[in-house]
């Protein structure tokens, strides 16, 4: 079983910057997939980036050139740099981390909010 700790976000001003940090403990897998989705109040949950041990990393094209996803050493840590941040970024993020096609494990939530 794998839980995991998100920490950052908070509120912003459109133009700042935010980093999100989450961090997987227990039963970790030595291939994994560890990214961040968001969830926007009426919509539905999407995916914001993601990256693999590997290295392999995948943008919603929204975010592109915007936002930078890493992992850390070891690589049971993922963050997320959120820069040029727009009002539309505001959502709750939830850190997710999944091997193959089994369910995946969600973080708890943090909320971003960024304002005029």
């Known amino acids: 079983q794998v839980q995991l700790a998100e920490s950052g976000g908070g509120l912003v001003q459109a133009g700042g910057s935010l980093r999100l940090s989450c961090a997987a403990s227990g039963s970790i897998s030595g291939f994994n997939v560890m990214g961040w989705y968001r969830q926007a109040p009426g919509k539905q949950r999407e995916l914001v980036a993601s990256m693999t041990t590997g290295g392999v990393r995948n943008y919603a094209d929204s975010v592109k050139g915007r936002f930078t996803i890493s992992r850390g050493n070891p690589k049971n840590t993922v963050s997320l740099q959120m820069n040029s941040l727009k009002l539309e970024d505001t959502a709750v993020y939830y850190c997710?981390?999944?091997?193959?096609?089994?369910?995946?494990?969600w973080g708890q939530g943090t909320q971003v909010t960024v304002s005029i």
């Open positions: 997710n981390y999944r091997i193959g096609t089994s369910p995946p494990t």
